[in-house]
């Protein structure tokens, strides 16, 4: 099977290509190359750098192609509170630039890569599918639903056949981090391990549902395989509610590092808390979360050197 990832230099992107190229797949990523690097890509990927809103070439990298795997979009949800306009351009605009492609040129399969973010502020836990109403509380999450609905909408429209997949807190070896992104899990490992200054906004108590890279490309390729898919729309997280404060002593646990801890007033943006509901993921992918927090952490630290205190770098390659 011939397969487009967009977003192919990014940390799931990266993992789904390789992934896809061991099972015997032909593996075209398209990738601005803004915030992704190709360094981790099988030599088998055909990379493209290019804009996902540039529809020329999207309709030439789309001949051939059995099923597109759309993960390109703009991910920062700090940066989407100062520059909201970007994240409708790049996340909504590219998402219905790729659609239109995909109609002119025969391309009827699609999954999503739509983010447990769109849910928001909610004081029930788990969260479900149909019957929590997302109240998103950035323009990324924004962007992220909207996508949902031009893809479902698009989708009875034209016969496309599309599964919208709300991935949590993805985590794993390589996820990329610098000092304007970082992400929980590898930067609480770093400074634990360097006995460096750890930046908690809030009090720590707040949740997430971390879900390790391995069992998301788990969900990704399932959800390829489905058929007759309309308006589908599946959680993919580990089910479980872990705090700040556990990845912390986790993290100290796992390097033996002791580091400072300072507390900041918390940033707007985020809910308090996270858990998904797995039970159409269950259901329809078969799809069981095969990796601990604790076991995912670990693996985490060991195989991402960049996390190490004799590391030199800091940046997000």
């Known amino acids: 099977m011939k397969t487009l990832v967009t977003g192919a230099a990014g940390f799931i992107g990266t993992a789904l290509s390789n992934r896809l190229i061991q099972q015997g797949d ?7 190359l803004f915030t992704g690097s190709p360094d981790g890509l099988l030599p088998e990927v055909e990379l493209i750098q290019g804009d996902i809103n540039d529809r020329e ?8 192609v059995d099923c597109v795997f759309h993960l390109a979009a703009k991910a920062i949800v700090p940066n989407s509170i100062l520059y909201p306009r970007e994240y409708e351009e ?9 659609l239109e492609a995909m109609r002119d040129v025969g391309i009827s399969r699609m999954v999503f890569a739509s983010s447990g973010a769109i849910y928001g502020l909610q004081s029930r836990q788990p969260l479900k599918e149909k019957a929590t109403k997302p109240k998103p509380a950035s323009p990324y999450a924004v962007s992220k639903l909207a996508s949902e609905y031009y893809i479902n909408t698009i989708g009875r429209l034209w016969g496309l056949e599309a599964v919208c997949l709300r991935i949590f807190n993805a985590y794993g070896p390589r996820q990329n981090f610098s000092f304007a ?10 400074l634990a391990a360097s006995q460096g200054t750890v930046i908690i906004h809030g ?17 990704l390729i399932s959800a390829s395989k489905l058929n007759n898919c309309r308006e589908l729309v599946i959680n993919v997280g580990s089910g479980i509610e872990t705090s700040v404060t556990d990845v912390l002593e ?9 580091p400072e801890v ?3 007033p918390r940033r707007p943006g985020g809910p308090d808390r996270m858990r998904a509901d797995l039970t159409l993921a269950n259901q329809i992918l078969n799809f069981y979360p095969k990796t601990s927090f604790e076991e995912g952490m670990a693996k985490t630290f060991e195989l991402d050197r960049r996390l190490h205190k004799n590391s030199a770098s800091l940046n997000h390659k």
């Open 90 to 98: 790049v996340n909504v605009g590219g998402t219905v630039t790729l």
């Open 262 to 264: 300072v507390y900041n």
């Open 26 to 32: 032909q593996v075209v990523g398209l990738d601005n």
């Open 203 to 219: 009090d720590g108590h707040h949740t997430r549902d971390f879900v390790y890279i391995d069992d998301v490309i788990e969900a």
């Open 181 to 190: 992104h970082a992400p929980v899990i590898p930067t609480f490992l770093r």
């Open 250 to 258: 986790l993290a100290r646990k796992i390097t033996g590092g002791s």
């Open 57 to 64: 070439l999207l309709w030439k990298i789309l001949q051939g």
